[in-house]
């Protein structure tokens, strides 16, 4: 055999060799990692609307809507992904809303990699002993009919859409804010506009 | 072959101590780096890598004949790239949080050196037996490592080790042990001491 005919056998070989366990691979493991996701995606939406019992996927406009609805079958609220960059890392947020999307759920911070212990806060504060999630739950039954806003050093009014920013990383603060504000914004009209 | 007269036991031994891949030849220092924040993180990669380079080693030491010396490094590539592969999609199915949380450098084992440094320096010259062996030191040798790395850094840095409180809870953790300095400080220090020791046994 000639030496560059060995070389192409032998490369050949290599590469089938190596597509057939991965073949046979992704047949055990793709079902499972897609259930993985599919899980955390609805145990996210279970979160922020509480008292989901079941969901309807509505795509509109490229913008996906889940709408959950409770055991008597009636619509509670909607949620929807809010994407964007925060200090040092892209933000997923998953945003819990009432139907008229004048009042948010609850919020759930999907993705970050904020610096570890100050902008990580956004989703867990270690710190504070008696509520670790207290930034996310400033969120609860926040008005929204009006743009959200963050104050500094003082009590922010939740009834004028006010959040506490979080000391040490008001940047990461901020990015949630604008987020969530912008992501609001736009899916009001869309979604107002085709859902009867 | 002169390999061939050292002992078996040698061969696996070697990679916890006398070759140990980060302390002594200072190889895969990048993961090293980046996932040892916590025990769990440390040691998930380490068993991924353990994974990846007996596997590699165990098909690269079998068909080391038919390599031809060309294309070898493209050879052993595809092979290990592989077996990264197959560790990555176990992880991702069955535990998705271990998976999340080491990232993307499950996927970058593909260019960890101390896999490719084991089948061009050893797996491509030795038989399966000693290959394997050799592997599994190596591997062992960077768990341990990892382990010990990442359970310094989480109980300094955190209060906890595997998740557990075990500092007292008015411990004021060291951010700067999980942060990306700290973890160069560790590793600097672990080296300094692991030299130092060597200089005293060797004495």
Redesign the interface.
């Known amino acids: 055999m000639s030496?560059s005919l060995?070389?192409i056998v032998?490369?050949t070989f290599?590469?089938l060799?190596?597509g057939a366990?991965?073949s046979v691979?992704?047949i055990?493991?793709a079902p499972?990692?897609e259930l993985?996701q599919n899980q955390?995606l609805s145990d996210a939406i279970g979160q922020v609307l509480p008292g989901e019992k079941a969901c309807d996927v509505k795509v509109i406009d490229g913008v996906t809507f889940y709408i959950g609805r409770d055991e008597k079958n009636q619509p509670i609220g909607v949620a929807f992904l809010a994407e964007g960059d925060g200090f040092q890392s892209r933000l997923k947020i998953l945003v819990g809303m009432d139907m008229a999307l004048t009042r948010i759920l609850k919020i759930k911070i999907l993705q970050q990699?904020e610096?570890?212990?100050?902008g990580t806060k956004i989703e867990n504060d270690?710190t504070n002993?008696t509520d670790a999630a207290w930034f996310t739950n400033q969120f609860n039954d926040l008005p929204v009919a009006k743009a959200i806003s963050y104050v500094k050093n003082q009590k922010p009014v939740a009834a004028e859409s006010q959040i506490q920013a979080i000391t040490g990383a008001t940047i990461s603060s901020k990015s949630v804010v604008e987020i969530i504000n912008a992501a609001i914004a736009k899916n009001r009209e869309l979604f107002l506009k085709k859902v009867k | 072959m002169v390999k061939a007269k050292t002992p078996l036991y040698r061969e696996f031994t070697k990679g916890l101590w006398r070759e140990n891949p980060i302390l002594r030849m200072v190889l895969g220092t990048c993961p090293t780096l980046a996932v040892t924040?916590t025990a769990i993180n440390g040691i998930s990669m380490g068993l991924a890598v353990l994974f990846t380079l007996v596997m590699s080693s165990l098909i690269i030491s079998l068909v080391r004949k038919?390599?031809?010396n060309?294309?070898r490094i493209?050879?052993f590539i595809?092979?290990i790239?592989?077996f990264v592969?197959?560790a990555d999609?176990?992880i991702?199915?069955?535990w998705?949080a271990v998976s999340k949380s080491l990232?993307p450098f499950v996927p970058l084992i593909v260019v960890n050196c101390i896999v490719l440094a084991r089948q061009e320096a050893f797996a491509s010259k030795n038989p399966v037996g000693r290959s394997v062996l050799d592997a599994l030191g190596m591997s062992v040798g960077f768990t341990l490592v990892l382990l010990i790395l990442a359970s310094i850094r989480e109980i300094i840095g955190?209060g906890t080790w595997f998740g557990m409180q075990i500092m007292p809870?008015t411990y004021t953790?060291w951010?700067v042990m999980?942060?990306p300095p700290g973890a160069f400080l560790m590793l600097g220090m672990l080296i300094a001491f692991s030299n130092w020791l060597n200089a005293k046994l060797e004495k």
């Open positions: 030496k060995r070389l032998v490369l290599t590469a060799f190596s366990v991965l691979l992704n055990y493991t499972r990692i993985n955390t990699a610096t570890p212990g100050l270690p002993k | 924040t038919q390599i031809p060309e294309v493209a050879t595809v092979i790239a592989t592969t197959v999609r176990t991702a199915a069955f998705p990232g955190s809870p953790s951010m999980v942060l």
